[in-house]
């Protein structure tokens, strides 16, 4: 039987938490037959402005658009997740030092 310490049963439990979370978000997401054929990225006339109000709204065709306001989800679980890897090489270069006895 493996000896697991809380702190690695924390850290596995938290993992598989974030990699369901993502399953769901991506899942949900639905992606509606992305990236079956090319399409063109628009660079210019992002932002639509009202003749009549005036008002700015964003085009949702461009890919701002879809990028934030479509994807967010799973771009928000995929920034977790790279933040937590990043803190989580810190904290394992730094157990290391610590209990580096090779003197």
């Known amino acids: 039987m493996i000896q697991m310490s809380k702190r690695a049963a924390t850290a596995i439990a938290l993992a598989a938490g974030l990699l369901m979370i993502l399953t769901v978000a991506i899942y949900v997401d639905g992606w509606d037959n992305y990236g079956d054929e090319p399409e063109s990225v628009?660079?210019?006339?992002?932002v639509e402005t009202d003749p009549v109000s005036g008002e700015e709204t964003v085009d949702p065709g461009s890919l701002n658009y879809?990028?934030?306001e479509?994807?967010?989800p799973v771009l928000l679980?995929?920034?977790?997740?790279?933040?937590?890897?990043m803190i989580g090489g810190i904290c394992v270069?730094?157990?290391?030092?610590?209990?580096?006895d090779s003197n």
């Open 77 to 85: 679980v995929l920034g977790l997740l790279m933040f937590g890897a």
């Open 42 to 46: 628009p660079f210019n006339g992002v």
């Open 93 to 100: 270069a730094r157990e290391e030092v610590e209990n580096d």
């Open 70 to 72: 479509k994807y967010g």
């Open 66 to 68: 879809v990028l934030f």
